[in-house]
């Protein structure tokens, strides 16, 4: 006879194995397809989730790098080449903080924010593609779950 607490163990295993490689081959698809979306406007896709940092509203004043590296969830060191690259394309500028003359922040430039502008339309184009068969209320559980995912994994 089986043992069902085997059996189960078994399948919940192969389940999150299953919902992981998912997530791998996601991430994957989303760095080459996403980059394919903006490439002709000369962006990758590790330059589009900085350049979409920097343009929300509340950070028109710039970030550290240690709050963007948190915000975006990589290391300073991943993050350091990066920012160098941008800002030798003229895409962001270092500035010194108002609140402390001591630290530096990184925020969009004029140029930065001309290029964040073009790019709206082929990002908004190519979520629209990937999200297709997606209602709406599929879209809010994604979030809920991802969510989720990411307070579960930030605490291991």
Request: overall charge positive; cysteine-free.
């Amino acid at each position: 006879m089986p043992d069902l607490r085997t059996d189960k163990n078994h399948a919940i295993h192969e389940i999150n194995n299953r919902l992981f490689f998912r997530l791998f081959q996601v991430a994957n698809t989303l760095h080459t397809k996403g980059t394919q979306a903006v490439e002709e406007l000369g962006v990758t896709t590790q330059q589009w989730s900085v350049l979409g940092a920097l343009s929300r509203p509340q950070v028109t004043d710039g970030m550290s790098i240690g709050d963007l590296s948190r915000f975006l969830l990589v290391s300073r060191q991943n993050l350091t080449g990066l920012l160098s690259r941008l800002e030798r394309d003229g895409l962001i500028e270092r500035v010194t903080s108002e609140d402390d003359r001591r630290s530096r922040k990184v925020k969009l430039s004029a140029q930065g924010q001309v290029l964040w502008t073009k790019l709206q339309d082929p990002i908004h184009n190519f979520y629209d593609a990937a999200l297709k068969d997606l209602s709406f209320d599929d879209r809010l559980a994604f979030i809920h779950y991802f969510t989720k995912l990411q307070t579960n994994m930030s605490k291991l």
